[in-house]
């Protein structure tokens, strides 16, 4: 049976949910998706706070600056520790407001898998656009479809070339729709 996986995102839709901002560290110097979304190992000296964008009941699962970056109660935290502990890193926040225990968890794989023939639509960068730092890269993706066969033991990842995009196994979906997690939206893709 060949494995699934899932583009895993924020339900914005919920009604009075929280927003939450970009990262920022003790000294006042923010950590957004420019650290954090590479699908590489991050560092960050000292305790990150992640200051509320819009007040309102806290999620499991919410993505923080402008929704790039997993921010994750504990107990998602210790369930991706331990079926993907070679996929993320976890680093705890401080969240106004908040006595719970949340954690910003960066995805440290990264995976050539996009297949551009099954996805709805995919265009590249070209010289003509100007950007030459971006030239063949993905300029958009849409309705994405990955190729599971070049997945190899990633759980959780990003694709490379989009990595505004955060895909899971089935069996981290499955395993946080089992403990409930609220805030977690998924797409087969």
Not at 29 to 58: C, D, I, K, N, T
Not at 71 to 97: C, M, N, T, W, Y
Request: net charge negative; aromatic share 8%.
């Amino acid at each position: 049976m060949a494995k699934r996986y899932f583009d895993l995102s924020d339900d914005v839709y919920i009604a009075g949910r929280w927003h939450l901002g970009t990262p920022i560290d003790s000294a006042g110097q923010e950590h957004g998706s420019w650290l954090f979304m590479q699908g590489e190992p991050a560092r960050v000296q000292g305790q990150l706070r992640v200051p509320l964008y819009r007040p309102g009941r806290p999620l499991d699962f919410s993505l923080a600056d402008a929704g790039a970056i997993p921010v994750v109660h504990a107990r998602v935290a210790s369930l991706l520790k331990q079926l993907a502990p070679g996929d993320i890193q976890l680093f705890p926040v401080e969240i106004d407001g908040q006595t719970d225990q949340f954690c910003l968890m960066n995805v440290t794989r990264l995976v050539m898998c996009i297949d551009d023939a099954a996805s709805e639509e995919v265009e590249y960068w070209t010289p003509e656009d100007g950007r030459p730092e971006k030239t063949g890269k993905y300029r958009a993706v849409a309705g994405m479809r990955i190729d599971p066969s070049k997945v190899g033991d990633a759980r959780v990842f990003r694709p490379w070339g989009w990595t505004i995009a955060l895909i899971v196994a089935e069996e981290i979906k499955e395993a946080l729709d089992h403990i409930g997690a609220t805030g977690t939206k998924f797409k087969e893709v």
